[in-house]
């Protein structure tokens, strides 16, 4: 959270710009994760000079400010109850696309949905993507952001080249890796608490067809998972993801099941190029002939515990069949974002909502902690609903979450 309170910063600011700055009206806002909510002033801005206003009628009120980029946090991230919220979707302009290069502009409120439908076309992915496309990329440099490639490819901080960013004071300054390392490497990842990103620049990924090559697998337990991240996170491939059943016991303890995923090269794919059209992205949009927007309803029916722990035995059942275990070939946006194809599944978490803790472990402690996780969620018989797995690496950011080891992340109903 930035803090603009009295006596932090430069007053010049257009008078205009001041008297939209007053309109701050007071809105509700809740938590993507919907187990917290709160009420802040808020105002949208079009431009940096806007964000040099925002801070002035901040100092002027005494509030703390804080942007909200697309509201993606599971938790109160974005959340600033009682203060001053910059809610910077109206900034969504893709500013400059290089497609000789692949060096693109970009305004903070771009979401990695439209990006990719602007990029992809062109030959060119984003380098790191979460695991919705929702996100924006001032929240997703503010979260330095990583994907089921991070052991490869880092967070998306290493692909950023620069910024504009708005600090407290009003300043807007121009930052690149090289002309301020210190504020580049503390901006990315500081969640905001420096300033507010009104402009990003970063480098995207080249690809030759719009599809990956996927391998997915069962895995019997723990140390096969284990086992199945040591093997493919070589040079080979570029994404590995576990999915775990956190309801198996004893010798099936861990188990899941796990996809590695690389780029194809130049003409590997006959139909890699058409397979670049925005519409060979998406998904249909009914699945088993159920429109997929009310599938969140039907979903409700098996939100509690004795339905996930069938849901998760049906999960890794249905993986262990031999024709779900083939190599294939998989639409970029299918394979990172298939959460964002059940529109609302956020809902069958109604009416408390849900939270997620992700342990970062180093690889040597990674077998050790995750079994004890696993265990204790059995023990309290409050086991998570769906976990994720992923393999990292450090990066050079000062507030960095990574670790050359795993992830875990692990969504419970509160
Ligand atoms: C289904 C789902 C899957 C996810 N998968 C992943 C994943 O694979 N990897 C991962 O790393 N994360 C993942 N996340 C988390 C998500 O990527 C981050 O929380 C991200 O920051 C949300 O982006 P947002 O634009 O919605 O930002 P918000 O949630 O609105 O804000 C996040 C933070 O960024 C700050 N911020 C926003 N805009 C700016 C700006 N312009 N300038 C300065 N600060 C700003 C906010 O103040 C806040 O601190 C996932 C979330 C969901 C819901």
Excluded at 318 to 347: C, G, I, M, Y
Aim: proline share 5%.
């Amino acid at each position: 959270m930035s803090d603009a309170r009295p006596g932090t910063g430069s007053d010049s600011v257009d008078p205009a710009r001041a008297s939209w700055a007053e309109q701050a009206r007071l809105e509700r806002r809740e938590a993507w994760g919907m187990a917290n909510t709160t009420v802040s002033r808020v105002l949208r801005p079009r431009s940096a000079e806007d964000v040099v206003a925002a801070f002035a009628y901040a100092r002027e009120h005494g509030l703390k400010v804080i942007a909200w980029g697309n509201g993606r946090s599971y938790g109160d991230a974005a959340m600033n109850d009682g203060e001053l919220v910059l809610d910077m979707g109206l900034m969504d302009g893709i500013e400059a696309w290089d497609r000789e290069t692949g060096i693109v502009t970009v305004q903070p409120g771009v979401t990695i949905a439209k990006l990719w439908r602007r990029i992809l076309p062109d030959g060119y992915w984003p380098a790191v993507v979460s695991g919705t496309s929702y996100t924006t990329f001032g929240g997703c440099a503010a979260a330095n952001v990583h994907g089921k490639n991070n052991w490869k490819h880092g967070p998306i901080g290493e692909h950023i080249t620069g910024f504009t960013l708005v600090t407290p004071d009003g300043a807007i300054r121009e930052v690149t890796r090289e002309s301020d390392p210190n504020l580049f490497h503390a901006a990315i990842g500081g969640f905001g608490a420096l300033g507010i990103f009104t402009s990003i620049t970063m480098k995207t990924k080249k690809v030759y067809s719009g599809r990956l090559d996927v391998l997915p697998a069962a895995t019997a337990d723990l140390e096969a998972m284990f086992r199945f991240f040591e093997r493919y996170n070589g040079e080979e491939w570029d994404y590995v993801v576990g999915w775990i059943d956190a309801f198996a016991r004893g010798s099936a303890l861990g188990r899941g099941n796990a996809h590695a995923a690389r780029y194809l090269g130049h003409d590997v794919d006959p139909e890699g190029q058409r397979m670049m059209d925005v519409q060979s992205q998406e998904l249909p949009n009914h699945i088993f002939g159920y429109p997929k927007k009310y599938l969140w309803v039907g979903m409700k029916f098996w939100a509690h515990r004795w339905g996930m722990r069938f849901i998760n035995w049906a999960r890794y059942t249905w993986s262990t069949l031999e024709r779900n275990q083939h190599r294939h070939l998989q639409p970029h946006a299918q394979f990172n974002f298939l959460l964002d194809f059940v529109p609302d599944w956020k809902f069958m978490y109604k009416p408390n909502g849900l939270i997620q803790i992700q342990l970062f472990v180093p690889k040597q402690h990674a077998r050790r902690v995750i079994r004890q996780a696993l265990e204790l969620q059995q023990a309290m018989k409050y086991e998570s609903w769906l976990i994720v797995m992923k393999r990292h690496r450090k990066d050079p950011f000062w507030l960095s979450h990574a670790v050359d080891g795993y992830s875990f992340a692990m969504d419970f109903p509160v």
